[in-house]
């Protein structure tokens, strides 16, 4: 069976975006991998973060995925900081990425924006960290969206020449699941901008616990176009916002493209919004009700973490114990967990 390792960052309630793009195919991965499942709050800090709001955002993104299916007993769920051999494997991989390497990562620039020289050291070498969350496991399928996937190449890069310098075949080749026409759901605002927790304007996204009428409201006022919807796929290019709720429609029904516009094709967007709302309110509505259940318990969600990490520790330490060894750390014994 294949291993899983996904990462999502505790940075608020997840949007439609993170849903279709991650969360849900995250589920999904379970019924035929083993799936490693990982709230990334050292990957959080990279950007400054108050302290009370990042812990009750790690148990909030933690209620979310167990709200979306993610099963903690069959597989395992919990946050970065409480495993301590990512941090450690991290290390050895900022020494062997190049700040060539670095230097080509187009999330950071969308990130760091005019303001280079502030941003934190973190958010630069970031995407070397990300690569040690997934080799530390010897994982090698990642779900993501669309725009991790630049991370991940970098991520091979990594493996390649930490392999190539010790001489090693030691990590492994990882392959990035990108699923779903809605790989990439954008703004309802914008249709040439991701939809994101941190787009200024609440209106841009949807939110998993969005009730109803918020749903309903925020998709009235998503941006549109004057033309009635195109009955083929092809009348979607030049069309960003069109092809956006066509594009959500599409992934909440398991179809395509097409076959939405086969059905709707023709409509106005008054008509089509009506049907999308309805989509939308049955899909997460459970969802939304699900997460405030597990909130409404915040030991029972710091239990399932507890559990996570001491099982995630157990599978990752004597892999980056074995790192360690080979790059010639001195192994004084008894003092570095998982070192025979
Ligand atoms: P982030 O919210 O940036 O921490 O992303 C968490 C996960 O959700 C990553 O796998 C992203 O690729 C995915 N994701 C975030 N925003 C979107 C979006 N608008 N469309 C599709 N996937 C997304
Ligand atoms: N960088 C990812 C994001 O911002 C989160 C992440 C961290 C991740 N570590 C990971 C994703 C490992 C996949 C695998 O969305």
Not at 105 to 122: H, L, P
């Amino acid at each position: 069976m294949q291993r899983i390792f996904s990462g999502i960052q505790p940075s608020g309630i997840p949007t439609l975006g993170n849903y279709l793009g991650a969360m849900r195919n995250w589920a999904a991965l379970q019924h035929d991998h083993e799936c490693i499942y990982c709230v990334v709050d050292l990957h959080a800090i990279t950007q400054w973060q108050e302290p009370a709001d990042l812990a009750r955002q790690t148990r909030e993104m933690a209620a979310s995925l167990l709200a979306c299916g993610i099963d903690p007993r069959a597989h395992i769920l919990f946050n970065q900081s409480a495993v301590p051999a990512h941090a450690r494997l991290g290390w050895i991989f900022y020494c062997v990425t190049r700040l060539g390497w670095l230097n080509r990562m187009t999330q950071f620039k969308d990130k760091a924006g005019k303001d280079r020289e502030n941003v934190s050291a973190g958010l630069y070498i970031y995407p070397s960290l990300m690569a040690a969350d997934i080799l530390a496991y010897h994982a090698t399928r990642v779900p993501v969206g669309e725009d991790q996937r630049q991370h991940l190449e970098l991520a091979n890069d990594i493996a390649q020449k930490f392999n190539h310098d010790y001489g090693v075949e030691f990590f492994p080749h990882i392959e990035p699941l990108i699923m779903g026409p809605a790989a990439r759901v954008m703004s309802l605002r914008d249709g040439t901008r991701k939809m994101s927790k941190s787009d200024a304007s609440d209106q841009s996204r949807i939110n998993l616990n969005d009730d109803a009428d918020m749903i309903a409201a925020k998709i009235r006022r998503a941006k549109t176009d004057a033309e009635p919807l195109p009955g083929e796929a092809e009348g979607l290019e030049g069309r960003p916002e069109a092809r956006n709720l066509v594009g959500i429609f599409a992934a909440l029904t398991d179809t395509d493209h097409a076959s939405v516009l086969r059905e709707h094709g023709g409509r106005g967007f008054g008509a089509f919004k009506e049907s999308l709302t309805a989509l939308l309110v049955e899909k997460l509505a459970p969802i939304a009700s699900e997460t405030t259940r597990w909130l409404n318990d915040p030991g029972a969600i710091e239990a399932v973490l507890r559990d996570g990490a001491a099982r995630a520790a157990a599978l990752c330490d004597p892999i980056v114990a074995e790192a360690e060894r080979l790059v010639g750390f001195l192994s004084v014994q008894g003092v570095k967990a998982g070192r025979a």
